[in-house]
């Protein structure tokens, strides 16, 4: 190795090797060209097969992009997560990614000011007939606190038969359960993906409605159309004020990267969906600045 590859930043943009079908990562092959363009050497790195007896590469940061399957491996990626930081410094920050990797952060946000999509917690079969119960034949949302890409996630009138089985096959997971009434502008696609970089607003994304009423996805898959979309100075500041009350409860500074998922409303107003601090879709193919702009962060943290 020449003395130039031993003082050229190393950098592991951590993925996994299990995909859905409809599920594209977009984001790595840009982050690492506008890296490489910062003479930072990067490359993907399968989070679960690093480090490994046949995997010793050594790396200056770890930045986790795309750990898809992180859900259904849960305790797996909880021990990865901490040997991994203690081999090199890890972002977003372990402390950051373990504390959003259940959605009960919500209530802790909540709790902090952040006006967030109404939502009952049920961890029992007779808190989930309760809070059924009220919503009669009006459509819920029904969905897991630890999941990605919206699995075991469904739109399902409450008094339904199915809605009771969803519930029911969560809680034997060992899984709290979440149900949310249905948003109608949500159902019309009008949640906002808003994205920060390095505490700074970059981008926004409208993904389009992903859930059919009854049960399943829109086009009978999960399928994301993601479009570059305006947001109002009160949603990027919206935004920014989650960003920073997620930094906060968690104890860490502000993140690398960050989505802030929004919908504004006539009943609720504006009010937050998810914060996802640590696997979202960045959509670099739909905002190319925004790969330079996280390279750049990177390259902070590196230097910093």
Known sequence: MSMSEELTPRV??????????????????????????????????????????????????LVLRSPWDYAEREQEFRSWLHAAASRTQVLNAPELVEWNLDKVYLQQLQQRGVAVVPTEWVHTSEELTQALAPHGGDWVVIKPSVSAGALDTELLQADSERALTLGRKILEEGRTVMVQPEIPELSEGREKALYFIGGEHTHTIAKGALLERGGGFLGGHYQENPQVQRASAEEIAFGDRVIRACAAAAGTEIPLYGRIDIVTSAEHGTVLLEAELFEPALNLHRAPHAADALAGAIAKSLHG
């Open 12 to 61: 592991a943009v951590v993925v996994t090797d299990t995909y859905r079908p409809s599920d594209y990562d977009n984001d790595t092959g840009p982050l690492i060209e506008a890296l490489s363009a910062r003479n930072i050497l990067a490359e993907p790195v399968v989070w679960h097969r690093w480090p490994a007896e046949d995997d010793s590469r050594q790396f200056d940061l």
